[in-house]
C-alpha cells in the first residue's frame, strides 16, 4: 500500500534532512536517523525562534522573504516533482536526493542562524559560532571517513 499525503510528507522530510546531511554521488552514505537527531534539533529551535520573533512583529522582511522562497522551493519539489513521481512508479526514494535543496540552502542557513544570533547575547555569539560550527565538523567529517570506503576516494 503507498504512503498518503502526510505520511509521505513526513518520510519526505526526514529523508532530505538525511541525505542533505549524508553524502550522495557515485556512492551513497545515508546517515542513521539517530545521527540526524542534533541537526533536527538545531532546525527545531531556529524554527521556533523565528516563528517568535514573527509572532513578535520583530522578523526582518529579508527572513520573511527567505522563509517563503525556501517554503515555497520545499513545497514545489515535495508535491509538484516528487509526491506524483511516488504515485506513478510506487518507489519512495526515485530521485529523492538532498541536493535538490542546493538553490535554497543558504537561504535556508540563514535561517538557521540568524534567530539562534538575534537571541544570543552578544559575547557569547563567538562560542555559539564555535558549537554550530563544531557540530557540522566533527559531527560530518568523522563520521563520513569511519563510514566509507576506499571507493570514495579513489578516481576510477
Not at 546531511?21 to 525562534?49: D, K, M, N, W
Amino acid at each position: 500500500s503507498r504512503a498518503g499525503p502526510f505520511q509521505y510528507a513526513f518520510e519526505w522530510s526526514r529523508s532530505m534532512l538525511a541525505n542533505t546531511i549524508g553524502y550522495l554521488g557515485h556512492e551513497q552514505a545515508e546517515r542513521r536517523p539517530s545521527s540526524l537527531l542534533p541537526y533536527a534539533t538545531l532546525v527545531g529551535l531556529a524554527v521556533f525562534l523565528f516563528l517568535y520573533s514573527l509572532l513578535r512583529g520583530r522578523a526582518s522582511r529579508t527572513l520573511i522573504d527567505a522563509s517563503l522562497l525556501s517554503l515555497g522551493y520545499a513545497l514545489i519539489l515535495l508535491w509538484l516533482v516528487h509526491y506524483p513521481s511516488y504515485l506513478r512508479s510506487g518507489h519512495f526514494g526515485l530521485a529523492l536526493q538532498g541536493r535538490y535543496l542546493f538553490p535554497v540552502l543558504l537561504p535556508i542557513y540563514a535561517l538557521i542562524v540568524h534567530p539562534l544570533f538575534a537571541a544570543c547575547p552578544a559575547p557569547a555569539r563567538p562560542w555559539l559560532t564555535l558549537g554550530v560550527g563544531g557540530l557540522f565538523v566533527a559531527g560530518d567529517l568523522p563520521w563520513l571517513l569511519a563510514n566509507v570506503g576506499p571507493q570514495w576516494f579513489v578516481v576510477r
